[in-house]
Structures are given as structure tokens and as C-alpha cells.
């Protein structure tokens, strides 16, 4: 490209953006004379009580409402029934599995996995807390096997999947 082109091009570029800022008078819009009404608006959240007139600078919210909300992600999925039958079919066996390894002394995730895997559950997710050993894993048609071991004493239960996915809710 030579000079006197880019030159053109450059002259054509500011000559389009300044005419942009002119306004004149007649196309300024006209403003009323009286003074502007201040509006409110919410500045905090404040929780509903009954019986209590709330200001008007709270936004209204039920607290209860708002939790059970925050925990809908540790919800179930539905789960068919053959998924849920091979999970139930297998579930003595997971039982079992876990009671023989928490019989053997403090049971480990480790041992807790193979446990649950050698039962026929697949890709478990364990986590120890509290004295106790938190599982959930997939069951050989889908849906979940989920439950604890407390000392010896295990549970279970079949279920769906949770709806952030997987078996074993975060802590």
C-alpha cells in the first residue's frame, strides 16, 4: 500500500469519528425542570420473619427456602428398574465385602475400594471422616451403592446418581 493511500485511509477514519461528536441544540433532548425522585433499591438481603415489617432498602428472602436450594445438588437422580435390580442384587455381596474388611482392624479407603470393586461395584469414591468410612460406587447397570462403615457395622443403600454427579455427595 503506498503513502498517499494510507494517508486517505488514515484522513477518512478521524474525519468519520469526529462529525460523530457534534450535537447540536435542536437534537439535545429537553429535561424537565422538576427535580429528580430519588428510587430505592435493595441494598442488602435481609431474611423474612413473621411479624417483622422489613425496611425498604432489604431484599426479602426466606432463609429455609434459600438452604434447601443451596443443598439441591446433593438430590438423587431417578433410577431405572433394572439398574436398580442388578444394584440391589449385588448389594449383599458389598456388604459382605466391607464387614470382612472392617473385621480385620481399622478399615482403610485402600482396602475400602478393593472391598467394594471385588463385590462387583464399579469405579467406588471413598472418603474417610469422623471414625467412619463414607462410599458410594456405580452398580454394573447404572445407578449408585452408597452408604458407611462405622466400626463393623455396615450400610447401604441404591440409589441415583446425585445430581452433581457421581455417587458419593462432597463433603
Known amino acids: 500500500m503506498n503513502r498517499r493511500a494510507v494517508a486517505l485511509t488514515l484522513a477518512f477514519a478521524v474525519a ?24 430505592t ?9 413473621e411479624g417483622v415489617q422489613l425496611p425498604p432498602e432489604c431484599a426479602p428472602y426466606d432463609p429455609d427456602a434459600a438452604m ?12 431405572d428398574d433394572e439398574a ?4 440391589e442384587e449385588i448389594s449383599p455381596d458389598v456388604v459382605a ?15 475400602a475400594v478393593d472391598a467394594l470393586t471385588g463385590a462387583g461395584a464399579l469405579t467406588p469414591q471413598v472418603r474417610a471422616e469422623a471414625g467412619r ?8 447397570k447404572g445407578g449408585c ?15 441415583g446418581y446425585i445430581l452433581d454427579g457421581g455417587c458419593l455427595p462432597a463433603q
Open 84 to 87: 436398580r435390580a442388578a444394584a
Open 16 to 39: 468519520a469519528t469526529v462529525t460523530g461528536c457534534a450535537i447540536d441544540d435542536a437534537s439535545r433532548p429537553t429535561t424537565d425542570t422538576a427535580a429528580p425522585t430519588p428510587s
Open 97 to 111: 465385602a466391607l464387614t470382612a474388611a472392617a473385621a480385620e482392624g481399622a478399615l482403610s479407603t485402600e482396602k
Open 68 to 79: 434447601a436450594a443451596n443443598d439441591r445438588y446433593r438430590d438423587r437422580m431417578a433410577i
Open 41 to 49: 433499591s435493595a441494598s442488602y438481603a435481609c431474611p423474612v420473619v
Open 145 to 159: 451403592l452408597f452408604g458407611e462403615v462405622s466400626g463393623t457395622t455396615v450400610s447401604v443403600e441404591v440409589g
Open 133 to 140: 468410612v463414607l462410599f458410594g460406587a456405580a452398580g454394573p
